[in-house]
């Protein structure tokens, strides 16, 4: 099973991008699916999960109201739209999938998580 992430680059304070996690090796629609990143010399941390129905997601207090995870179960692709970035948005991005649907609750979890993609680097300028 692989997680291939993509989308990363460099962003003005302000701007967008979209972040792409491709699964392959198996199919995750009956799981969760969610992102983590990791700054220079901070712990991973929870940014994004989602349910296997669509309908049931969960953000950081950090990140509401301005990015919105997705997922495309025909591509088995989860999606992380990022709008209004800080600098304070920039880490490596990692994705993370699960067989299991947690409850919302736990989506922050990362041991709720089996399978990681290998990370993109988001840096936001000021």
């Known amino acids: 099973v692989q997680l291939q992430a993509s989308g990363g680059g460099l962003v003005q304070a302000g701007g967008s991008l979209r972040l792409s996690c491709a699964a392959s090796?198996?199919?995750?629609?009956?799981?969760?699916m969610g992102w983590f990143r990791q700054a220079p010399g901070k712990a991973r941390e929870f940014v994004a999960g989602?349910?296997?129905?669509?309908?049931?997601?969960r953000y950081a207090d950090s990140v509401k109201g301005r990015f919105t995870i997705s997922r495309d179960d025909a591509k088995n692709t989860v999606h992380l739209q990022m709008n209004s970035l800080k600098p304070e948005d920039t880490a490596v991005y990692y994705c993370?999938?699960?067989?299991?649907?947690?409850?919302?609750?736990?989506?922050?979890?990362?041991?709720?998580?089996?399978?990681w993609g290998q990370g993109t680097q988001v840096t936001v300028s000021s």
């Open positions: 993370a999938a699960t067989a299991n649907d947690p409850a919302l609750s736990a989506l922050g979890r990362t041991e709720m998580y089996y399978y």
């Open positions: 090796g198996r199919t995750f629609r009956s799981g969760a």
């Open positions: 989602i349910r296997s129905n669509p309908r049931y997601t």
